[in-house]
């Protein structure tokens, strides 16, 4: 990122952003600050590194809002604690491909939108497309599979469902991570950027580099499995099977892996044990923004003595890192990353031993 301050025209209306107006140096001191602060109030000592930046267009999802207006049919982003859609023009915070899929989708959607009608798109940018899901009032019907399928299937998506319904796919979706090409389902999540995944890839890498062992909690697609499974064996444990089945076919197809097992879990509801545990050199743990308390607490009557923890949301991690540590594991220095530009959010990663 540069010292600049935004030339964004809908900023600050818009509300996908509330700090591009700051100096660069203030910014950054005030997202590492996020995490100092939330630290200091759960009582954890550690030391916070420098942030890990990523850079402006680089966000690879997104949910465009989508409204028809007597001007013409808007898509962007809610504006600040409002409703109201800014239709964007510009953003700093987009890959350019998604970015430019914007103003393909306002030109083929208007003809099929009736006045005032609404929906939210989300997209996400793959390998070899976009993948989209519309969240809208009407149903899949043949017509509307026929219209949308004929408006859209050359704008660069390559996949559109709605709800459980698949409007068309061109092509299978497809994402890197590690060595391995994954065939993402429908509403799968991803790190933001493909930037701030390989920062975070590459400090887990590092903090479970002697296991052998590994256990991969809240595993998602395999962002953390895969590239593990060059070193360990893995077991990977997600609530989602869709996702665990296309983790699993990804391993299966990618040649060098060590062995990967899979469980299909609610860690919230139930964790693995200290004894389930026990089996393990390692532990990682990529949990939603609620963190992983429960969890946290097995963990801390177990006997694992390396843990790399990824977290999206600073104050719960504060709170279960002060589980941890008072279950005797020591916390390494913390890094944040910061992959939602201009937001109030930071992610980081930290690693905890005894």
């Known amino acids: 990122m540069t010292g600049l301050l935004t030339t964004c025209p809908h900023f600050p209306l818009c509300g996908g952003c509330v700090s591009q107006d700051v100096p660069h140096a203030q910014y950054i001191a005030a997202k590492r600050d996020i995490v100092v602060s939330a630290l200091a109030k759960a009582?954890?000592?550690?030391?916070?590194?420098?942030?890990?930046?990523?850079?402006?267009?680089?966000?690879?999802?997104?949910v465009f809002k989508i409204k028809s207006l007597p001007e013409g049919l808007h898509i962007g982003f809610h504006a600040a604690k409002s409703h109201t859609i800014v239709d964007m023009h510009q953003c700093d915070i987009l890959t350019p491909g998604l970015f430019a899929l914007v103003g393909r989708l306002r030109n083929k959607l208007e003809p099929i939108f009736g006045a005032g009608e609404a929906a939210e798109l989300h997209v996400t940018e793959c390998d070899n497309g976009f993948d989209?899901?519309?969240?809208?009032?009407?149903?899949?019907?043949?017509?509307?599979?026929?219209l949308l399928s004929r408006a859209?299937?050359?704008?660069?998506?390559?996949?559109?469902?709605?709800?459980?319904?698949?409007?068309?796919?061109?092509?299978?979706?497809?994402?890197t991570l590690g060595p391995a090409q994954v065939k993402p389902p429908p509403h799968a999540f991803l790190q933001?950027?493909?930037?701030?995944?390989?920062?975070?890839?590459e400090k887990v890498l590092a903090m479970t580099a002697k296991a052998k062992n590994i256990a991969d909690l809240f595993c998602g697609l395999g962002t953390f499995t895969l590239p593990l499974a060059t070193q360990a064996r893995v077991l990977a444990v997600e609530n989602e099977k869709p996702m665990l089945n296309a983790l699993t076919a990804a391993a299966r197809n990618t040649k060098g892996l060590k062995p990967v097992t899979t469980e299909v879990r609610d860690l919230f509801k139930r964790p693995l044990?200290?004894?389930?545990?026990?089996?393990?050199?390692?532990?990682?743990?990529?949990?939603?923004?609620?963190?992983?308390?429960?969890?946290?607490?097995?963990?801390?009557?177990?006997?694992?003595?390396?843990?790399?923890?990824?977290?999206?949301?600073?104050?719960t991690f504060a709170r279960d890192a002060a589980i941890l540590v008072a279950g005797g594991f020591?916390?390494?220095?913390?890094?944040?990353?910061d992959q939602f530009l201009?937001?109030?959010?930071?992610?980081?990663?930290?690693?905890?031993?005894?």
């Open 273 to 315: 044990t200290p004894l389930e545990l026990n089996a393990y050199d390692a532990v990682v743990l990529d949990p939603p923004r609620a963190g992983a308390e429960a969890q946290c607490k097995a963990l801390a009557a177990s006997r694992v003595r390396r843990l790399a923890y990824v977290s999206c949301d600073a104050q």
């Open 330 to 337: 020591t916390l390494g220095p913390v890094t944040p990353v």
């Open 43 to 62: 009582g954890v000592k550690a030391e916070v590194a420098a942030v890990i930046e990523t850079p402006p267009r680089s966000r690879r999802r997104a």
């Open 192 to 201: 933001p950027t493909r930037a701030g995944e390989a920062a975070l890839q």
């Open 342 to 354: 201009f937001s109030s959010h930071i992610e980081l990663v930290a690693g905890f031993e005894r």
């Open 132 to 146: 989209a899901a519309f969240r809208w009032s009407r149903k899949v019907a043949p017509n509307l599979v026929t």
């Open 152 to 175: 859209l299937a050359d704008t660069g998506i390559i996949r559109l469902t709605m709800a459980t319904d698949t409007v068309f796919e061109i092509v299978a979706p497809v994402v």
